[in-house]
């Protein structure tokens, strides 16, 4: 199989890179912390310039006609820069739902902004009890005359502090954690009944709580088919834990690198401390840690695509797997190697462990993904 890149690929993936070396500097992404959304709008509309935030849309509706290999570079840079802006959010999970889930109109009408960078999004289904069973939505969706009232309360919103519009999952039929009878709601931050909480996550970026009280929606924003929106909710899901993938492998890169480095100038016993051979021992754990993470990242850019759910799944699950532990790895052994200034907010490789902690929480931690890869048989049926 070929895993080269293509000569657009490889533009794509250079340009990605100058502009993070350029722009996302340590102390530069201080900066962007401080700011009001807690990233970059001027950043923002610079990914807009360069066609990233409609890579995965076709030409006609604003986008380029990117796939998931051209997001996996996208989203390794960012990894490596630890990148703040909304692009998982926007692009990724709520540009897929309404790519992959919506109707013309509504492709027409909010792709395009996403591309242009006008509109941001996020993705509101997460519940307090549902841990992370996708099915399990508690958020109710009831019939009005011409649309639907909402009601409910979603307790993670990835980027809900800054977003212009919401997805919101809910239920218009069955039990709390019935596969069918969910549907899926475009919803304006401002409309009546809506109040969101902001608060800072563990690695500094932003998120929200969102209380729905009888919101009012037309039956035309309505995402699909009301009551079957979960197998586009666990193909979305699937979609981004790949791009989470090779953010993980670009962070553990860019960790390796800044270990390396650091090895090579601090001085222990009027020596540097790689020439330690103990040292070098566990620099070489990481970098086959890292490898085996970036082969399977590969793996899931290659089968976000899949048609059969159970297939993709599967895939996506092992992948996950790996990278979640090699990314608790790589993140313990860089800060250990680093000594007491791996655990000061001060210095990059923190920010790195930090980032690559809350990556073991997002749809499902590897526990989770080990136990879903169990029950379908694993990755490679017995006798194959």
Same mark, same amino acid.
């Given at each position: 199989?070929?895993?080269?890149f293509?000569?657009?690929?490889?533009?794509?993936?250079?340009?990605?890179?100058?502009?993070?070396?350029d722009?996302?500097?340590?102390?530069?992404?201080?900066?962007?912390?401080?700011?009001?959304?807690?990233?970059s709008?001027?950043?923002?509309?610079?990914?807009?310039?360069?066609?990233?935030?409609?890579l995965?849309?076709?030409?006609?509706?604003?986008?380029?006609?990117?796939?998931?290999?051209?997001?996996?570079?996208?989203?390794?840079?960012?990894?490596?820069?630890?990148?703040?802006?909304?692009?998982?959010?926007?692009v990724?999970?709520?540009?897929?739902?309404?790519?992959?889930?919506?109707?013309?109109?509504?492709?027409?009408?909010?792709?395009?902004?996403?591309?242009?960078?006008?509109?941001?999004?996020?993705?509101?289904?997460?519940?307090?009890?549902?841990?992370?069973?996708?099915?399990?939505?508690?958020?109710?969706?009831?019939?009005?005359?011409?649309?639907?009232?909402?009601s409910?309360?979603?307790?993670?919103?990835?980027?809900?502090?800054?977003a212009?519009?919401?997805?919101?999952?809910?239920?218009?039929?069955?039990?709390?954690?019935?596969?069918?009878?969910?549907?899926?709601?475009?919803?304006?931050?401002?409309?009546?009944?809506?109040?969101?909480?902001?608060?800072?996550t563990?690695?500094?970026r932003?998120?929200?709580?969102?209380?729905?009280?009888?919101?009012?929606?037309?039956?035309?924003?309505?995402?699909?088919?009301?009551?079957?929106?979960?197998?586009?909710i666990?193909?979305?899901? %699937? +979609?981004? #834990? @790949? $791009?989470? =993938?090779?953010?993980?492998v670009?962070?553990?890169?860019? *960790?390796?690198?800044?270990?390396?480095?650091?090895?090579?100038?601090?001085?222990?016993?009027?020596?540097a401390?790689?020439?330690?051979?103990?040292?070098?021992?566990?620099?070489?754990?990481i970098?086959?840690?890292?490898?085996?993470?970036?082969?399977?990242?590969?793996?899931?850019?290659?089968?976000?695509?899949?048609?059969?759910?159970?297939?993709?799944?599967?895939?996506?699950?092992?992948?996950?797997?790996?990278?979640?532990?090699?990314?608790?790895?790589?993140?313990?052994?860089?800060?250990?190697?680093?000594?007491?200034?791996?655990?000061?907010?001060?210095?990059?490789?923190?920010h790195?462990?930090?980032?690559?902690?809350?990556?073991?929480?997002?749809?499902?931690?590897? %526990? +989770?993904? #080990? @136990? $879903?890869? =169990?029950r379908?048989?694993?990755?490679?049926?017995?006798? *194959?």
């Amino acid at each position: 199989m070929d895993f080269d890149f293509s000569d657009e690929q490889r533009m794509l993936k250079e340009s990605i890179e100058q502009l993070i070396n350029d722009r996302y500097g340590f102390e530069q992404r201080k900066k962007y912390l401080k700011e009001p959304a807690g990233f970059s709008r001027e950043l923002w509309d610079q990914y807009a310039e360069m066609g990233l935030l409609g890579l995965p849309f076709e030409e006609r509706h604003g986008g380029v006609g990117g796939g998931p290999v051209e997001t996996m570079i996208v989203m390794e840079a960012f990894g490596r820069g630890l990148v703040l802006e909304p692009y998982l959010a926007t692009v990724v999970m709520c540009g897929g739902l309404v790519n992959l889930g919506g109707n013309e109109a509504q492709r027409n009408a909010i792709l395009p902004k996403i591309a242009d960078g006008s509109l941001m999004l996020a993705f509101a289904h997460s519940e307090a009890q549902s841990r992370y069973d996708l099915a399990d939505v508690a958020a109710l969706a009831k019939r009005d005359a011409d649309g639907w009232l909402l009601s409910g309360e979603k307790s993670f919103v990835a980027h809900g502090n800054c977003a212009d519009q919401f997805i919101v999952s809910a239920r218009i039929a069955g039990e709390r954690n019935a596969r069918d009878g969910i549907g899926l709601f475009l919803v304006n931050a401002k409309a009546p009944g809506v109040t969101r909480t902001s608060y800072e996550t563990q690695d500094a970026r932003r998120a929200a709580r969102l209380n729905l009280d009888g919101v009012k929606v037309n039956s035309n924003d309505a995402i699909g088919d009301p009551g079957k929106a979960l197998p586009l909710i666990e193909r979305i899901a %699937d +979609h981004t #834990l @790949a $791009a989470v =993938a090779a953010e993980a492998v670009g962070a553990m890169s860019a *960790a390796h690198e800044a270990t390396l480095e650091y090895l090579r100038t601090r001085k222990q016993f009027g020596a540097a401390i790689g020439s330690f051979q103990v040292l070098q021992h566990r620099a070489v754990d990481i970098l086959v840690a890292l490898e085996q993470a970036r082969s399977m990242a590969f793996y899931a850019t290659m089968m976000a695509g899949e048609p059969d759910p159970a297939q993709r799944s599967k895939a996506i699950s092992a992948a996950t797997i790996q990278i979640r532990k090699s990314g608790r790895f790589i993140g313990q052994q860089v800060v250990q190697l680093h000594g007491g200034i791996g655990m000061t907010l001060e210095y990059k490789i923190g920010h790195y462990f930090k980032r690559l902690t809350s990556m073991e929480s997002l749809l499902g931690d590897t %526990d +989770h993904h #080990l @136990a $879903a890869l =169990a029950r379908a048989g694993g990755l490679i049926a017995a006798g *194959a």
